[in-house]
């Protein structure tokens, strides 16, 4: 529901989930995403660019 513009209190109003596990939730994704960006980097020997050029196609996937 954030990705399709609602807010994190909008979220809250419709799930009836409290904003702050919300927002856990989301740090939680943030801080795995920058997990997975520094594998990619550190393991893979992917550079930074590529590593956005990946989840930029992995965004405009998932917007299908």
Known sequence: ML???NGI???ERI???HRDTI????E????????V???LIRYVGLTKVQV???WLFVK???ER
């Open 3 to 5: 990705v399709e513009k």
């Open 9 to 11: 209190r909008a979220i």
């Open 15 to 17: 799930m009836e989930i």
């Open 23 to 26: 927002s856990d939730v989301v």
């Open 28 to 35: 939680d994704l943030a801080r795995h995403a920058r997990e």
């Open 37 to 39: 960006t520094d594998f």
């Open 52 to 54: 956005d050029e990946m």
């Open 60 to 62: 405009k996937t998932k």
